[in-house]
Each structure stands twice: as structure tokens, then as C-alpha cells.
């Protein structure tokens, strides 16, 4: 077969050269084309076009020297994928995608691969991760991938395709290629290796990418009229307007969230106004009128015990009245005696467990006693017995001088009222005496 090709090699050296030519021709408009469509896009742009036309040269090549097969060194980005033969009607194509176009250093880079496919095929890809790991061009795998949808979607044209994305960080400037990668093809039954193509990009300076930067002219000053400086003041005033409003929404809705203090409870009454004041609705209630003397006198008692009980701190309506006495022997009432309180609640007793029947002269007179008890031992009644005993003592003093001088002169036999009114005192003591007695003989009846 060597012979039979140097043979016609030797026949048709015109044809070759001719072949040649056109190869050539061919190459260089494919390359000026190119070049000039990439002109936009700077760096990549122009590195495809050089591939394009080391591909046309090594076409031409090939067709015009016949004799000899050369072996060339895979170009960058290739790496060592091998693919198998394509199977016909199954023809699988791949596209990339670099997202963003032109990153910069640090940029978060996404590389896509869309893997297109006859609907009746699968294809299988799974990137690795040391391909796109690369130390030399501080190019790092990121650690949080994008995630990932394995599904297969419906085309154009009866197809299908598949999209895988892939994550990169470079922290250099300058050309970045991802080599080819290894994807399966599932063609009816029979596995296809199928190899993506290598993918490039640049890495860009962040601190500027122009060639050879010029510093920017001056820029015109700007004309500032009072039409324009009106118009901030007013926009200012606005501002200020709405921010003073605003705070004070805010401050009236703090306020009024916040707890409000309770309002202090009044006052307690004293008790000799609250005994005064329901002596006054007895005396002007209709209980005696109607012949109801027992309610009359049992409100009473209850009156005057309720303000013995508030003065010295215990509850006089559950006691016996020998109890009450009892304790107002230890606490005693300043300015009412205990002999007129036992009176007091010895007549109320009578009428209500001894069945008294008191006349109306009898009731008007325990009601003022009532009323002289609860005036004595107020402040103000406290306040005016020591008053009128200071000035009875003065009056009893110069009284006693007067009748030492005048008995000095002149003795007198006549008696003193002291030993008038002791007569008087010795009865009503024994009526005290037999009324308590009464009321310890109706207690134990009880």
C-alpha cells in the first residue's frame, strides 16, 4: 500500500501544491473572519481565532502531504480524555457557559455545561473536582457548591438536555483553562465515553483592566442657581418635617405603652366621722316612731361598738359586752371612761335581751350619750377637754388660793359640794352594778 501511494504521490505533484495553495487561502479567510467577529470580546476572542487557524492549517496539511501522518501534542486544556466513536443518530453535543463574562479576581465563577442529547438517549456527567482545582493558577474548587438538577428537559427538535454547574474562585489574574471533562452516553443500551470541551476564561485585575489608563480630564463646574439651592432648603424642611413627625409618633405610642401607675387609694375615714355620721342617720330614722325600740337600740350598740373596735384595733361586734369592758381596761379611751361606755351598752342590752321598754325621754337621752362618747374621744374633743381642764385647774387654783386666805380669816361649816354629790354618785354606781348583773343573768340564760 506504501508503494501504490508514493507511486501516485510521484503522478500528481501539481495537484498537490494546488491543494495546498487552497488550503491555505481557505485558512486565512477563515482566520481574517474570526478575528474580526471576536473583535469585541478582546483576549478569548482572539485565542479562538488562533486555534481556528492552527485547525485549518493542520487540515491543509494533512490533505497535502498523504505520505505522512504527524503526531502533535494535544493543545492545552485537553488533558488526557478519550473519546469513543459516535454512534450515527446519536450525535451528542456540548456547550459551556461562564458566568460572569469577564470576572475578576475573587469573583465567584460558575461554569455550566449543557449536555444535548436525542430524547431517546441519557447522558451522564459528573465534574471533577481536581480539574477544577488548580494550585499553579490559585484557581480553588468552592467549598459551597450550586445545587444541582440531575433531570433531564425537553429541547428543540426531539432532543433533550442537561445542565451541570460548577463553582470557582480564581485569585490571579490572567488566562484560565478547565480541561475536558468525561461524560457517558447512553445509546441504546450501549455506554459512549463522550468528552466535554476544555473551558477558558480571564481573570481580570478588580483594580482596573485597561492597558494603558490616561488620567481623565477636569470635569466643567457645575452650575448652582438659587432656583436650585431654593428647591434643597425646601426638600430639607420636608425631611426635617417628616423625621419630627416620626419621632413623634413614635415617642406618643412609647408613652402610652408604658404602665400606667395606679392612682393611690383615698384616705381611710376616720372612725369618730363614720360613728358621727351614722349617729345622724339614726337619730333621723323613723325606728322609734314606728315602735321599732329594739332595732333602734341594736343599731346603736352596733355604732358604738364599731368605734371602740377601729380606736383600739378589735372586732367589738362578736364580743359579750363583759368582754369589751375587759379590753377596754387594758387599752383604755382617752377622754370617754369605762364606766360610761358600760352604761351605753348595758341600756342597749337591757332593751334587747331584757325586754326594757324605754320611753322616747330615755332614747334621746342614750343617743346623746352615744354622741358625747364619740365627741370626747375624737382629736378635736380630746383636744378641748385638755384645754378646758387646764384652764378648770387654773380657775380650781385661784379658787383655792382665794378660799385659803378668806379661811384664814373667817371658818365656814358649811359642806363641800364634793360631799354633796357623793350621795349621787353612790346610786348611780349601784345602778351600773345591778344593770351588769342584769346583763350576766340574761347571758347565761341565753
Given amino acids: 500500500m506504501s508503494a501504490r501511494r508514493t507511486r501516485r504521490t510521484t503522478k500528481a505533484p501539481l495537484a498537490r501544491t494546488m491543494a495546498t495553495c487552497v488550503a491555505l487561502s481557505v485558512a486565512a479567510v477563515s482566520a481574517n473572519a474570526l478575528a474580526q467577529d471576536a473583535a469585541s470580546n478582546a483576549d478569548a476572542s482572539e485565542q479562538d481565532a488562533e486555534r481556528a487557524l492552527e485547525d485549518v492549517l493542520a487540515m491543509a496539511s494533512s490533505d497535502g502531504a ?90 428543540p427538535g426531539g432532543t433533550v438536555f442537561g445542565e451541570v454547574t460548577v463553582a470557582v474562585q480564581p485569585f490571579k489574574t490572567g488566562e484560565v483553562v478547565i480541561p475536558r471533562q468525561l461524560a457517558r452516553l447512553n445509546a441504546a443500551g450501549d455506554v459512549v465515553r463522550v468528552c466535554t470541551p476544555p473551558v477558558r476564561f480571564r481573570v481580570g485585575d478588580p483594580f482596573g483592566n485597561a492597558p494603558h489608563p490616561t488620567p481623565r480630564d477636569l470635569t466643567p463646574p457645575e452650575e448652582v442657581t438659587a432656583e436650585t439651592l431654593r428647591w434643597r432648603y425646601v426638600m430639607l424642611g420636608l425631611n426635617g418635617a417628616f423625621a419630627l413627625i416620626v419621632l413623634t409618633i413614635a415617642v406618643n405610642s412609647y408613652v402610652r405603652s ?21 349617729l345622724e342617720v339614726l337619730s333621723k330614722s323613723d325606728l322609734l316612731s314606728r315602735g321599732q325600740i329594739k332595732e333602734y337600740y341594736d343599731q346603736l350598740s352596733d355604732i358604738v361598738r364599731r368605734y371602740i373596735g377601729a380606736l ?24 370617754v371612761t369605762t364606766a360610761e361606755i358600760a352604761h ?30 364619740v365627741r370626747r374621744s375624737s382629736p378635736a374633743g380630746q383636744k378641748a377637754a385638755a384645754a378646758e ?36 354618785e353612790s346610786k348611780d354606781s349601784s345602778k351600773d352594778v345591778s344593770a351588769v348583773e342584769v346583763v350576766e343573768h340574761e347571758e347565761k340564760r341565753g
Wanted: hydrophobic share 30%.
Fill in 66 to 155: 498523504t505520505t505522512a501522518t504527524p503526531t502533535t501534542a494535544p493543545r492545552e486544556g485537553e488533558g488526557s480524555c478519550e473519546e469513543d466513536p459516535m454512534p450515527a443518530g446519536h450525535l451528542v453535543r456540548v456547550e459551556t457557559r461562564v458566568e460572569p463574562v469577564r470576572p475578576k479576581v475573587g469573583d465567584r465563577v460558575l461554569i455550566t455545561y449543557r449536555l444535548i442529547a436525542p430524547s431517546s438517549d441519557r447522558v451522564e456527567f459528573e465534574p471533577d473536582p481536581a480539574a477544577f482545582a488548580q494550585p499553579a493558577n490559585e484557581l480553588e474548587y468552592a467549598r459551597q457548591q450550586p445545587d444541582r438538577d440531575r433531570r433531564a428537559r425537553s429541547g
Fill in 258 to 278: 408604658r404602665p400606667k401607675p395606679e392612682a393611690p387609694p383615698p384616705p381611710p375615714i376616720p372612725p369618730w366621722i363614720l360613728a358621727t355620721e351614722a
Fill in 312 to 335: 383600739r384595733g378589735f372586732d367589738a361586734l362578736e364580743m359579750t359586752t363583759l368582754e369589751v369592758l375587759s379590753k377596754l381596761k387594758r387599752v383604755p379611751i382617752a377622754g
Fill in 344 to 373: 351605753l351598752l348595758t341600756e342597749c342590752d337591757l332593751v334587747k335581751f331584757a325586754r326594757h321598754v324605754p320611753t322616747h325621754q330615755e332614747s334621746d337621752k342614750i343617743l346623746d350619750v352615744a354622741y358625747t362618747i
Fill in 389 to 424: 381642764a387646764q384652764k378648770s385647774a387654773e380657775k380650781s387654783a385661784k379658787l383655792s388660793d382665794d378660799n385659803g386666805a378668806k379661811g384664814a380669816r373667817e371658818p365656814s361649816d358649811e359642806p363641800s359640794a364634793t360631799d354633796a354629790n357623793k350621795p349621787n
